[in-house]
């Protein structure tokens, strides 16, 4: 699976064998990747060390969603931590021997597609929220039941970087300059390319997207009702716009991209682009919109952390705390976040708030 769209710059057509020069698409790339890569690892460094070091240092984890968030900030930053070698190779080749590129590759398409599977898990556990109660205790052992599932999503996630692991190397182009590509082999190179591609739509954007609308959905649908208990017309508003944004910015991070992938999976299968400025085209479209894709990784922590007011109280006492260490600050009080039921409306408030370390079916605003 080729997730690092400037790998792609080839001088020969893999399957036509016909000559196409693209030093000016290695030119585009060793000028625009490398800025909106180091731009990417600075704000994307910064939002999502501070959710860990916060998750880690003083907020429990009491929740599922609690601890997806904290696995998506460790996949965040491991994909992160690949872009300065995707860079280098944009600027000089790939230098780093092929084990490197190997090792490179299949982090980040495990990392790539271990967000966007985190990303559908939360949005599952708060219409979990909505559908089941907090006041009976879960059956089993709650915490060994988010170890299972979190597990699970790396193993999927492991599983989607397994092509890249096997399938990458250093390829040596005519013109001295070498780059770290998946090269299939000769007698599968169109059905295997093509089969992973798409099945790379489908695991990793398809199926995210679709189990985020239906349970945003349903939240969203609890949310027009809340008006019926009691909630304000501005806080569900609000709880509205939460859920506006996170949809809206995953498709407008991931669609265009894996639009261009889907296209590029065709051509594969029915040869649809023949000419050497079309392919060229193709290319600087997959580096402009991979590099947008990779922009959902500075955004999660703005997304699924800081709008939420618990979160924010968190970094601000930590803030307070480095700004005043010759005081203590042990007592201070905390603002109530502001959260909206999402259990049935049958149960009472009360009980839920006396759920203490169970998983708790409020959605933070």
């Not at 800025?35 to 994307?44: E, F, H």
């Not at 900030?73 to 300065?84: E, G, H, K, R, V």
């Not at 979990?128 to 999503?153: D, E, F, H, I, W």
């Not at 261009?260 to 060229?280: F, G, N």
């Amino acid at each position: 699976i080729s997730n690092h769209s400037y790998n792609e710059d080839e001088d020969y057509d893999e399957f036509y064998h016909t000559v196409c020069d693209k030093q000016e698409v290695r030119t585009f790339a060793g000028i625009f990747l490398p800025v909106v890569y180091t731009l990417a690892l600075v704000v994307g460094l910064a939002g999502n060390s501070m959710v860990v070091f916060v998750y880690l240092s003083r907020k429990r984890l009491r929740t599922l969603t609690d601890v997806f968030i904290l696995n998506l900030a460790f996949a965040d930053l491991l994909l992160l931590m690949t872009l300065p070698f995707w860079a280098a190779d944009a600027v000089n080749g790939w230098e780093i021997g092929v084990p490197a590129c190997k090792i490179t590759s299949a982090l980040y398409a495990t990392n790539f597609s271990c967000s966007m599977l985190l990303l559908a898990c939360i949005s599952v556990d708060r219409y979990r929220a909505l559908t089941q109660g907090s006041t009976s205790p879960p059956a089993g052992n709650p915490r060994r039941k988010r170890v299972m599932v979190c597990l699970l999503v790396w193993m999927a996630a492991c599983i989607f970087g397994l092509p890249d692991m096997v399938l990458a190397t250093v390829k040596h182009h005519s013109s001295g300059r070498k780059a770290c590509r998946a090269v299939y082999p000769s007698s599968l190179a169109r059905p295997a390319k093509a089969t992973l591609e798409l099945l790379e739509v489908s695991l990793s954007f398809v199926l995210p997207f679709l189990v985020m609308m239906f349970c945003y959905c349903k939240v969203g649908r609890a949310l027009s009702q809340a008006a019926t208990s009691g909630m304000r017309g501005g806080r569900r508003w609000k709880a509205f716009r939460v859920l506006i944004a996170v949809v809206g910015v995953f498709l407008l991070t991931q669609l265009p991209y894996n639009v261009v992938k889907l296209v590029r999976a065709m051509d594969v299968i029915y040869a649809v682009v023949t000419d050497c400025e079309v392919s060229k085209g193709l290319d600087r479209a997959n580096q402009v919109t991979e590099s947008l894709a990779l922009t959902h990784c500075c955004l999660n922590p703005v997304l699924y952390i800081f709008i939420g007011s618990s979160f924010k109280e968190h970094v601000l006492k930590i803030a307070k705390r480095c700004g005043q260490t010759g005081r203590r600050y042990r007592q201070g009080t905390e603002q109530p976040a502001v959260e909206i039921s999402l259990k049935p409306r049958t149960q009472s408030n009360a009980q839920s708030e006396e759920s203490g370390d169970m998983d708790t079916s409020t959605f933070t605003i």
